[in-house]
């Protein structure tokens, strides 16, 4: 499944998971032998490969000829990709999309392969062994699409509000792969009762240009956490009459601002009641199924929560999709988790993870659930090197999105200096796990000494973790750590100290279900897992879910003034 709802209805598209993939290693025992494997899926939920770390190919026949465009949604962690022998992409990161168009391919049956790697080496800077799984494979759908020779090739999406007036700023990008320049193109917008129309579109060949357009819309119904509206946008692209390429999108229209400490949506100052969450599951490993992601919202929204943040690397399309059309705000965060100040330092770091916060927001910019973009969580925020890192890639951000906020889940407690320079400062604190002091006097003291360190200035302040760990199963009548008893009472008294702190925003709680983890990042987790799950990795419910439901089910999504 690509999307939940459909991106083009002239374009030839096809998800190539309707049949079975050749999987190969390249290492180890089973080296050079073909399995038989699903595409999206991880090799570790294959019999042999539960362990595999390495270098893997996947492999197809399609038949197929034009302009071809491949649209991959992940690959665990390093792409080469082949076609008929010849190298046509390689991609690194897991989490992110990229493309490629091959123009003018002879129509027959040809040989697709993917080369896949899941190793841990200096290069990879952002993939590195730790506190949740580094899958192989091809994790995300894998699409083939027939182009025309001038096609759409994205369409943003931007709402503003201008006085009272709701406005839409549509900015749709042309490309022409063939080999004459073209003329008398027309570009045709509709959407919300509105049809705009730009003609003579004139692109010279090899060439992308930009056309924007503003749409005024006055009836618009916003999108809410009880009320998320969307409404479809659609491009289409004319010549001589015809329809030769369509891109469709949707638009949610909800405007996210900071003032003073609150958070706004829609001029409210929200209460966020979230949840931390992996995609991790050990039936499809980090490639969970449309119903799977599904379960999980259900289970969330049956918390009685409001927000999913996305630790620690962007998510499926899919996850998105759900998350707009359920009134879910969504925390997106770009691929790094806990680097000290050496893994910073290696010198494919900042290309690396730039790459990943570019492509993260090129593909998500048009999804209303999301309201802040996070960077960097438990990095070295503490040095000056790790500063300017900091710096470059809020940025950046700024630059490719200046309509949502920044934030960093930071857990330098005390000696953060960072603190200046997104909208919102953000902690992940353990009080009574793995410090031994109350929550509340934890939170308090942290607290005051971030007021203390922004001097003059007010920003939001939230927990984008708290937590503790426990064993599904592993029950205590004397409070013992890592048995549900314990976790339910450090997660009561964490949420409640948060939720009667004035200066906080909400809390997200480390975390939905238990995660598996890099076996080469040991840190002391039985059965090599994150169990500060509320439900474990099966998603049975310890005890803790009904404390959290209880607590989030009784305070609004919003903070009375
Ligand atoms: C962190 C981190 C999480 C997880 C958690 C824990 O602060 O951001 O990924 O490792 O701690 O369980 O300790």
Same mark, same amino acid.
């Given at each position: 499944?690509?999307?939940?709802?459909?991106?083009?209805?002239?374009?030839?598209?096809?998800?190539?998971?309707?049949?079975?993939?050749?999987?190969?290693?390249?290492? !180890?025992?089973?080296?050079?032998?073909?399995?038989?494997?699903?595409?999206? +899926?991880?090799?570790?939920?294959?019999?042999?490969?539960?362990?595999?770390?390495?270098?893997?190919?996947?492999?197809?026949?399609?038949?197929?000829?034009?302009?071809?465009?491949?649209?991959?949604?992940?690959?665990?962690?390093?792409?080469?990709?082949?076609?008929?022998?010849?190298?046509?992409?390689?991609?690194?990161?897991?989490?992110?999309?990229?493309?490629?168009?091959?123009?003018?391919?002879?129509? $027959?049956?040809?040989?697709?392969?993917?080369?896949?790697?899941?190793?841990?080496?200096?290069?990879?800077?952002?993939?590195?062994?730790?506190?949740?799984?580094?899958?192989?494979?091809?994790?995300?759908?894998?699409?083939?699409?027939?182009?025309?020779?001038?096609?759409?090739?994205?369409? $943003?999406?931007?709402?503003?509000?201008?006085?009272?007036?709701?406005?839409?700023?549509?900015?749709?990008?042309?490309?022409?792969? !063939?080999?004459?320049?073209?003329?008398?193109?027309?570009?045709?917008?509709?959407?919300?009762?509105?049809?705009?129309?730009?003609?003579?579109?004139?692109?010279?060949?090899?060439?992308?240009?930009?056309?924007?357009?503003?749409?005024?819309?006055?009836?618009?119904?916003?999108?809410?956490?009880?009320?998320?509206?969307?409404?479809?946008?659609?491009?289409?692209?004319?010549?001589?009459?015809?329809?030769?390429?369509?891109?469709?999108?949707?638009? !949610?229209?909800?405007?996210?601002?900071?003032?003073?400490?609150?958070?706004?949506?829609? +001029?409210?100052?929200?209460?966020?009641?979230?949840?931390?969450?992996?995609?991790?599951?050990?039936?499809?490993?980090?490639?969970?199924?449309?119903?799977?992601?599904?379960?999980?919202?259900?289970?969330?929204?049956?918390?009685?929560?409001?927000?999913?943040?996305?630790?620690?690397?962007?998510?499926?399309?899919?996850?998105?999709?759900?998350?707009?059309?359920?009134?879910i705000l969504v925390w997106e965060e770009n691929h790094a988790r806990g680097l000290s100040l050496e893994q910073m330092e290696n010198p494919k770091f900042e290309i690396q993870a730039e790459c990943c916060i570019k492509e993260m927001i090129n593909a998500?910019?048009?999804?209303?659930?999301?309201?802040?973009? +996070?960077?960097?969580?438990?990095?070295?925020?503490?040095?000056?090197?790790?500063?300017?890192?900091?710096?470059?890639?809020?940025?950046?951000?700024?630059?490719?999105?200046?309509?949502?906020?920044?934030?960093?889940?930071?857990?330098?407690?005390?000696?953060?200096?960072?603190?200046?320079?997104?909208?919102?400062?953000?902690?992940?604190?353990?009080?009574?796990? @793995?410090?031994?002091?109350?929550?509340?006097?934890?939170?308090?003291?942290?607290y005051a000494w971030v007021q203390e360190d922004l001097g003059n200035s007010e920003k939001p302040f939230l927990i984008t973790e708290t937590g503790a760990g426990a064993i599904y199963g592993n029950r205590s009548s004397y409070l013992a750590k890592w048995?549900?008893? @314990?976790?339910?009472?450090?997660?009561?008294?964490?949420?409640?100290?948060?939720?009667?702190?004035? +200066?906080?925003?909400?809390?997200?709680?480390?975390?939905?279900?238990?995660?598996?983890?890099?076996?080469?990042?040991?840190?002391?987790?039985?059965?090599?897992?994150?169990?500060?799950?509320?439900?474990?990795?099966?998603?049975?419910?310890?005890?803790?879910?009904?404390?959290?439901?209880?607590?989030?089910?009784?305070?609004?999504? @919003?903070?009375?003034?």
């Amino acid at each position: 499944m690509i999307r939940t709802f459909e991106t083009h209805k002239i374009r030839y598209q096809k998800e190539l998971s309707e049949s079975i993939w050749k999987f190969t290693p390249c290492e !180890g025992k089973y080296s050079n032998v073909a399995f038989d494997a699903v595409v999206p +899926g991880c090799w570790e939920n294959m019999p042999e490969f539960g362990a595999y770390r390495g270098e893997g190919i996947y492999s197809r026949k399609i038949e197929i000829g034009g302009n071809i465009r491949f649209e991959f949604k992940g690959v665990s962690h390093t792409a080469t990709v082949y076609l008929d022998g010849n190298k046509i992409a390689s991609h690194y990161n897991a989490y992110t999309i990229f493309d490629t168009v091959i123009p003018n391919l002879d129509y $027959g049956t040809h040989h697709l392969e993917v080369r896949v790697d899941n190793r841990f080496s200096t290069d990879s800077a952002l993939h590195v062994p730790n506190d949740y799984m580094t899958y192989g494979g091809i994790i995300r759908p894998v699409v083939l699409e027939v182009l025309p020779n001038i096609y759409i090739e994205s369409m $943003g999406l931007t709402p503003k509000k201008v006085g009272d007036e709701w406005r839409l700023k549509v900015d749709v990008r042309l490309k022409n792969i !063939g080999i004459d320049n073209v003329k008398s193109y027309e570009l045709v917008l509709q959407g919300m009762e509105q049809e705009v129309k730009v003609d003579e579109i004139e692109i010279e060949a090899g060439q992308s240009i930009e056309v924007g357009t503003e749409f005024i819309c006055p009836k618009v119904q916003l999108w809410d956490f009880n009320s998320p509206t969307l409404y479809e946008i659609t491009a289409l692209l004319n010549y001589d009459g015809g329809v030769i390429d369509d891109f469709i999108d949707r638009v !949610g229209f909800r405007e996210v601002k900071v003032e003073g400490k609150q958070i706004l949506l829609n +001029g409210k100052p929200i209460r966020i009641k979230g949840f931390c969450r992996h995609e991790d599951h050990p039936q499809f490993g980090c490639a969970l199924s449309f119903s799977a992601i599904q379960a999980d919202i259900m289970l969330i929204r049956d918390l009685g929560a409001n927000s999913i943040r996305t630790t620690h690397y962007p998510n499926n399309e899919i996850f998105l999709d759900l998350c707009d059309e359920q009134g879910i705000l969504v925390w997106e965060e770009n691929h790094a988790r806990g680097l000290s100040l050496e893994q910073m330092e290696n010198p494919k770091f900042e290309i690396q993870a730039e790459c990943c916060i570019k492509e993260m927001i090129n593909a998500h910019y048009n999804h209303p659930c999301i309201y802040i973009w +996070g960077i960097l969580n438990e990095c070295a925020s503490d040095t000056m090197y790790g500063r300017q890192c900091y710096k470059k890639q809020y940025e950046l951000i700024k630059e490719l999105d200046p309509t949502r906020l920044r934030s960093s889940a930071s857990c330098k407690f005390k000696t953060d200096i960072c603190l200046d320079i997104p909208e919102v400062i953000s902690y992940n604190i353990y009080p009574e796990w @793995y410090v031994d002091i109350n929550a509340s006097e934890y939170l308090e003291d942290l607290y005051a000494w971030v007021q203390e360190d922004l001097g003059n200035s007010e920003k939001p302040f939230l927990i984008t973790e708290t937590g503790a760990g426990a064993i599904y199963g592993n029950r205590s009548s004397y409070l013992a750590k890592w048995s549900e008893e @314990y976790q339910s009472k450090a997660l009561q008294d964490q949420i409640r100290a948060v939720f009667k702190h004035p +200066g906080c925003s909400g809390v997200y709680i480390w975390q939905f279900c238990d995660n598996r983890i890099s076996s080469e990042y040991f840190l002391n987790r039985p059965r090599t897992m994150n169990n500060k799950g509320v439900v474990d990795e099966f998603r049975r419910r310890k005890l803790s879910y009904y404390i959290v439901k209880s607590l989030f089910q009784a305070c609004g999504n @919003y903070i009375e003034t």
